[in-house]
């Protein structure tokens, strides 16, 4: 399967911040990886799909200024929170779908807004 | 009604028990169905995925989908304590690319006590 690495594993920032999140694909071009937000005991929800060259295509209720998605190549995708406010503190994930392939997981990104 | 139910658990068993996780479904479209296993500040690992109604066996797990029922089962034997996570059933009518609506259970909690 598909090895995903996700950078920075935690962040803590003040109120107003905007923070980029990375995701690679380490061993697959991925024209197309998505960003799921998990909040504490619930689902992983999709956020939005990352297109590689393309603009990312965005769930129904996540505000696409605020959350902006850039796949600029076929091995990085990064996602910035812009102005973050303390409940944008969540649990952000990406995963890649290799060809026929089930999604597979990078290790998440903890983000904590004081 | 949610589109996927799952008991949050907790569920704790001895080591070496037969761990049963279950999750219904309302979407009859859904033809693609994984379980992941997460980590307490992990990203989900995949386990196992089946396409359609049927079994699939994995040395220690087996998966069953009763697409008739809209149930999807995963069974653990010889629980160990590193089984200990939480597990999460996903399902999506599309595969690989065109599987960005890719719907999670809550997730169950397990704990497998030595």
């Known amino acids: 399967g598909a090895v995903v690495s996700q950078h920075p594993s935690r962040v803590i920032c003040k109120s107003g911040t905007s923070v980029k999140i990375e995701c690679r694909s380490l061993d697959f071009q991925a024209t197309t990886m998505f960003w799921y937000r998990q909040f504490p005991k619930k689902s992983l929800m999709l956020m939005a799909t990352?297109?590689?060259?393309?603009?990312?295509?965005?769930e129904q209720g996540v505000e696409k200024d605020k959350f902006l998605i850039n796949h600029a190549s076929l091995t990085l995708s990064t996602l910035t929170v812009t102005s973050a406010h303390p409940e944008d503190s969540s649990f952000y994930i990406c995963?890649?779908?290799?060809?026929?392939?089930?999604?597979?997981f990078g290790d998440g990104t903890r983000l904590s807004i004081l | 009604q949610k589109e996927v139910e799952q008991d949050p658990g907790p569920l704790s068993v001895p080591e070496g028990a037969i761990v049963s996780l279950n999750c219904t479904y309302s979407?009859?479209?859904?033809?693609?169905f994984m379980w992941y296993r997460q980590y307490s500040r992990k990203g989900p690992e995949l386990l196992m995925y089946t396409y359609s109604s049927g079994n699939k066996e994995d040395g220690r797990f087996t998966a069953q989908v009763d697409k008739s029922s809209k149930y999807i089962s995963l069974f653990i034997r010889d629980s160990q304590p590193s089984d200990s996570a939480t597990y999460l059933c996903a399902m999506s009518a599309g595969y690989g690319g065109s599987q960005g609506n890719l719907i999670f259970g809550k997730g169950t909690k397990l704990s497998v006590k030595p």
């Open positions: 990352s297109n590689e060259g393309s603009k990312a295509t965005y």
């Open positions: 979407n009859s479209a859904f033809q693609y």
């Open positions: 995963s890649v779908g290799p060809g026929n392939q089930p999604q597979h």
